[in-house]
């Protein structure tokens, strides 16, 4: 409770020192700026929506050669932001997104010169016939495309033998806070960029982790919306049943705006049909954004889950401990916290392979829905078995196979045990991964304890999730100390813990109770300012008064 108060306050004093001289001092740099502070920047004449793009691509052009978090920029860029400066000059403001540079991860279709390869080279030069839905939203918010972030390929659906945040199309994505840091992934460049101030915000998409885990890695937010939320019209896929698209940013109130601008019913994604239908207009996410939002809450920790994780690997011992003392603060902020709202199936569950079954028959299903749209196809692949001859004979080299195999598209194709989601066999994995994550899991933890959440360490936390289509959000929770052990990724090229390594904490929910989650992990961000506590050891030096 005290540490609590003491904390806050602090906060408070800074944000008071820093907005008392706001209009003496320079503007922030750009990897602490706020959307807000950007927003007031263009409002008050500070700069343009020119010099953002301006100095953003100077700032990538500066650290790409080394992290690789974005693959292309948008040639059309500084010619959108000329337009909506022109707007700006005329008395238009579209809203708070208004002249703000955002980068989308490169699985998200944009109707320009860009391409969306999913890293692939096998989609190099195809063409969509629209903006993927999201990539419209934020168009029409105002936002400037400013280019595609980089992603573990195929959003880390091929193989058993690569790295996070690799694509034969952007290269090897490293993380900033150690040298070569695996950036998790697979919206790998995503997290790099919104971590660095590459951009103001950044999407990435998630199936189980994708999100969560690049955000929780790169010491930012990143919201894990409902499947259904947002829509996937001209998102390349994995799974309809767990795929959904989401913000990354340096705040909480950052990610709130983003989502606020790409959340809403398609017609080119049923599965938005599902946005409860009392809420013509949706919730307000950036007035969720309460410093007292945990005050009053119900809180679980699953107990049996972190149990079950630290048998597994006892290295997730630095980020439980810290996990702990953080419930101990949400507790001193007024929530109640429920110990042991434990997962009652989770042996089952991690026994479980529905989750891999029901990913690879959608795949095969959703990738070729996804492939038949394109109105431009120079390769011809219409199939996952045409993807899969691209990358093992037509391009094998870039493609880095076999040494990169195709494992999973070798057991999706498999002609004895593979099946896509049409098949009689598809539906009863379905329903053990609904039962798993639902009475069994997540809903029913819920539900028993009547919570409005649970806490989990983001390590810990996607799968429950990702299975029932259920919402998340990770903000900053701490850092490996110096001294920590340096543990490399599987393959050996990247540190995935070690010194200096953040790491985040998880809420997870209902469906679509995503304003009371941006509400819970606000006030956590708040109370405690982790991400202002570490640095990267590379930061881009171009500002935009430079
Ligand atoms: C898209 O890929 C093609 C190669 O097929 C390349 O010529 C073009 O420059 C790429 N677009 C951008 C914006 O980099
Ligand atoms: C949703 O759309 C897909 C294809 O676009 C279609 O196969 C499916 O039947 C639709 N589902 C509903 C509930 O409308
Ligand atoms: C929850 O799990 C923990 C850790 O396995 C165990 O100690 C506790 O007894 C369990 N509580 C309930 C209510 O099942
Ligand atoms: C879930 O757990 C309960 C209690 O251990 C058990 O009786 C039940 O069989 C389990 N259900 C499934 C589908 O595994
Ligand atoms: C898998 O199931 C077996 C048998 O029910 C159980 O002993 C084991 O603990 C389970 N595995 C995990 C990781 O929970
Ligand atoms: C799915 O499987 C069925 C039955 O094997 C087959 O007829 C259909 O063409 C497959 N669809 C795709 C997209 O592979
Ligand atoms: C793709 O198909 C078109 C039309 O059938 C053909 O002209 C072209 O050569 C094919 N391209 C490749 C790379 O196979
Ligand atoms: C997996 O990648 C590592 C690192 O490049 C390599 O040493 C190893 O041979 C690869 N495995 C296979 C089976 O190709
Ligand atoms: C914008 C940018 O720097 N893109 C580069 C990303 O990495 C790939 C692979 O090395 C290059 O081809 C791009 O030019």
Redesign the pocket.
Known sequence: MVAFHAITSLVARAVIAWSACATAQPFPDLIDASIDDIRLGLENKIFTSVDLVTTYLARIAEVNAELKAVTEVNPDALDIAKALDAERAQGTVRGPLHGIPILIKNNIATLDKMNNTAGSLALLGARVPRDAFVAARLRTAGAVLLGKANLSQWANFRSSNSSNGWSAHGGQVRAAYARDQDPSGSSSGSGVAAALGLAAACLGTETDGSILSPSHRNNVVGIKPTVGLTSRDLVIPISEHQDTVGPIARSVRDAAYVLQAIAGPDVNDNYTAAIPSGIPVLPDYVAACDKGALRGARLGV???V???FLDFDAGYQTEVDAFLSAVTLIGGAGATVVQ?A?FTNLTEWANSTAEGAVLRADFITNLASYLAKLTSNPNNITSLADVLAFTQKVAPKLEEFPNRDTATWDQALDPQTGFNNTDPRFFPQLLENRFLGGEGGLFGALDRYQLDAILLPTSLASGFAAIVGAPAVTVPLGFYPVGAPVVRNARGDLVDTGPNVPFGLSFLGRSFSEAKLIGFAYAFEQATGTRAKLRPYLVPKTEVRS
């Open positions: 699953p107990g049996n972190i149990e079950l042991n434990n």
